[in-house]
Nanobody, 126 residues
Framework: QVQLRESGGGSVQAGGSLTVSCEAS????????LAWVREVPGKEREGVAA???????FFGDSVKGRFTISQDKAKNTLTLQMDSLKPEDTGMYYC????????????????????WGRGTQVTVSS
């Protein structure tokens, strides 16, 4: 069973940077899709970024050019570097995983990820 634990996050002013990390355990094969998804009360869940076992990376339109996703397979960690943060980036950031490489056609659809962390809060003030 895949388990995910987020760390990092916090509060920053607009234009600043934050890093969130996810420690993953329980993968039994090299194929995987690891992602960050954020939630804001009253809004739909939004896909932020994802990376798969083959190193393919995917980004939500609102964060392209500002966020970077990386993985350390040896340590089973996932990192999201967030630069040029905006108030609209505020939300609860969840680490999510699936035991197959990412498929862009379904990546952000409901039910795509079977494993979730508890989330970490990111707050960007104007």
């Amino acid at each position: 069973q895949v388990q995910l634990r987020e760390s990092g996050g916090g509060s920053v002013q607009a234009g600043g940077s934050l890093t969130v990390s996810c420690e993953a355990s329980g993968f039994t094969a090299s194929q995987r899709c690891l992602a960050w998804v954020r939630e804001v009360p009253g809004k739909e869940r939004e896909g932020v970024a994802a990376v798969d076992g083959g190193g393919n990376k995917f980004f939500g339109d609102s964060v392209k050019g500002r966020f970077t996703i990386s993985q350390d397979k040896a340590k089973n960690t996932l990192t999201l570097q967030m630069d040029s943060l905006k108030p609209e980036d505020t939300g609860m950031y969840y680490c999510a995983a699936r035991g197959y490489d990412c498929y862009s056609g379904s990546l952000w659809k409901e039910g795509y990820f079977g494993s979730w962390g508890r989330g970490t809060q990111v707050t960007v003030s104007s």
